[in-house]
Nanobody, 121 residues
C-alpha cells in the first residue's frame, strides 16, 4: 500500500507564511503528477497547485504569485510554500499523488489525511 503523510499546517496571521510537506511512502515504483487540493467549509474540494514528474507546474488563479509548489523526487516528497496568506485561504489542505506502485503497470491516485490551515488575526 501507499501512504501520504502531510505536515506543516497550523494557525497563521494574515500576510504570514506556511510551508506544507507531503511525504509518500510504501510500495512505490515512481510518482507522476502530485498536487495540493483544499476544501473550505460548505465548498467543494478544489485544486490549488500541481507539479508533474518533469517539473511542470500549474496554479489556481487565486494563489498565483503567492504559492509555490515543488517536489524532491529522491525523497518522494512534495512541498507547498504559502506566502502572503489571506483569510480566504483557510481550508483543509490535501495532498494527492498519481503513483505507479511497485510491480504494477499503470497508476493509482492516493490522498493524504488533510491538514488544517487557518489564517486569522
Amino acid at each position: 500500500q501507499v501512504q501520504l503523510v502531510e505536515s506543516g499546517g497550523g494557525l497563521v496571521q494574515p500576510g504570514g507564511s506556511l510551508r506544507l510537506s507531503c511525504a509518500a511512502s510504501g510500495s512505490i515504483f515512481s510518482i507522476n503528477t502530485m498536487g495540493w487540493y483544499r476544501q473550505a467549509p460548505g465548498k467543494q474540494r478544489e485544486l490549488v497547485a500541481a507539479v508533474t514528474g518533469t517539473g511542470s507546474t500549474n496554479y489556481a488563479d487565486s494563489v498565483k504569485g503567492r504559492f509555490t509548489i515543488s517536489r524532491d523526487n529522491a525523497k518522494n516528497t512534495m512541498y507547498l510554500q504559502m506566502n502572503s496568506l489571506r483569510r480566504e485561504d483557510t481550508a483543509v489542505y490535501y495532498c494527492n499523488a498519481d503513483v505507479i506502485p511497485t510491480r504494477y503497470s499503470g497508476s493509482l491516485h492516493y490522498w493524504g489525511q488533510g491538514t488544517q490551515v487557518t489564517v486569522s488575526s
